[in-house]
């Protein structure tokens, strides 16, 4: 009956950090100002103030470079996602609460 046991109590839950990894929060602003841009290049008339053939594609090579930073970011976090593991965070969570260290949660 012992060797039934190797269900989910020998192995620690595991998931994935999710929403919440740093690395889809800076894609998803690196997308945003890449879109921003785009639009102001595709959207805005020549300006006199900004006319030259340096000013006139900047906005659109930089928000082409920011769109295609933001989407591998998306790509890094799916190929490579954080892996959080449930039962070491518990017990470095118990380790913080036996030596008082702050942040520690106290019941």
């Given at each position: 009956m012992s060797?039934?046991?190797s269900g989910t109590e020998g192995r620690s839950r595991r998931h994935t950090a999710?929403?919440?990894d740093v690395r889809n929060i800076i894609g998803a602003l690196l997308v945003i100002y890449g879109v921003i841009l785009l639009l102001v290049h595709f959207i805005s008339g020549s300006d006199t103030a900004t006319s030259g053939p340096t000013h006139?594609?900047?906005n659109l090579w930089t928000g082409a470079a920011l769109l295609v930073a933001g989407i591998l970011f998306f790509v890094w976090t799916r190929v490579r996602p954080i892996v959080v593991d449930e039962a070491e965070q518990q017990r470095l969570e118990e380790e913080?609460?036996?030596l008082g260290t702050p942040?520690?949660?106290s019941d």
């Open positions: 060797n039934d046991q999710g929403a919440l006139e594609q900047a913080k609460r036996e942040g520690s949660t």
